[in-house]
């Protein structure tokens, strides 16, 4: 096992190009994301038609959904540090797009509880101190969640909902990325975390048969270890800030 990774050798490291997003980044922009997000949400709840179902209360609704998962990735802290890392160092995860299913269950017509089923690949690059330095690559995530949802009524068929719960992220491969190879890093990982999940989003009806258009948005805040090994040594920890936006849009079916 190579344990080449010195003091000196990361402040060495020649600088990187922007690496393509291999988790999937589609090359839109966050702030365009969220206030279209918005927008549709807005029109979907006040400006569509829609016909009444039958109480849900007892029924499961089935979600297919595309999802931007949109995380940030920043270094809150540096645990420890073998190598001399940048004092400016910092840190992004890249953008993904996925599918995402999630399962939920009425209690009454109000009241629901829903958990969310996905796989969500990501890449950490450095953005100062060795900006464009890929440091991980290939972090696979399972950010299994469940959460109690309230429904607002509001007298008609098309029903926002708010919703909070718990999650627990659950990552299943992660690898060093090309820079931290470069430095004489030969493993790599990132800590389970549990954390917390807010969310928000409207169901509008398509027909009285059970399928809706859904439109939902959550965000997570969680934070995980990174840590760097050469041979068997760790020689770098840190704290990231992962706390992302899932935004995601498809089909319900309730039977």
Same mark, same amino acid.
């Given at each position: 096992?190579?344990? #080449? ?10 600088? +990187?190009? $922007? ?11 966050r702030k ?7 927008? *549709? ?13 039958? %109480? ?10 595309? @999802? ?16 001399? *890392?940048?004092?400016?160092?910092? @840190?992004?995860?890249?953008?993904? =797009? ?6 939920? =269950? ?7 509880? $829903? ?9 950490? %690059? ?17 950010p299994?969640?469940?959460? *109690?949802? +309230? ?6 068929a098309?029903?926002? =909902?708010?919703?909070? #719960?718990? @999650? =627990? ?5 992660? &690898? ?5 190879? /470069? ?16 969310? /928000?989003?409207? %169901? ?11 439109l %939902?948005?959550?965000? +997570? ?7 760097? +090994? ?6 770098? &920890? ?5 706390d ?12």
């Amino acid at each position: 096992m190579r344990c #080449g990774w010195s003091r000196g050798s990361l402040l060495s490291t020649p600088q +990187y190009g $922007e690496n393509a997003a291999r988790g999937g980044g589609c090359g839109v922009e966050r702030k365009t994301m969220r206030p279209a997000f918005v927008s *549709l949400a807005v029109l979907a709840a006040f400006g569509i038609a829609a016909p009444a179902q039958a %109480d849900p209360a007892g029924r499961v609704q089935v979600k297919a959904f595309a @999802t931007a998962v949109l995380p940030d990735g920043q270094i809150k802290d540096v645990k420890s540090d073998a190598v001399g *890392l940048p004092a400016d160092l910092q @840190t992004r995860a890249n953008d993904n =797009y996925v599918p995402t299913l999630a399962v939920e =269950y009425f209690f009454t017509s109000d009241f629901s509880v $829903e958990t969310i089923c996905c796989l969500t690949q990501h890449d950490v %690059d450095a953005t100062s101190g060795m900006a464009g330095a890929e440091l991980a690559a290939d972090a696979k995530l399972i950010p299994a969640t469940v959460q *109690l949802k +309230y429904h607002f009524g509001f007298g008609g068929a098309v029903k926002p =909902y708010v919703g909070a #719960g718990a @999650t =627990y992220f659950l990552f299943i491969d992660d &690898e060093p990325g090309t820079a931290a190879i /470069a430095a004489g890093a030969d493993d790599f990982s990132l800590d389970d975390s549990l954390g917390v999940a807010l969310q /928000a989003g409207v %169901d509008v009806p398509l027909n009285s048969a059970g399928l809706a258009l859904s439109l %939902d948005a959550k965000r +997570y805040f969680v934070s995980t270890d990174a840590n760097w +090994y050469a041979g068997a040594t760790k020689v770098i &920890e840190t704290r990231h800030r992962l706390d992302p936006w899932l935004l995601s849009a498809g089909l319900a079916y309730r039977f």
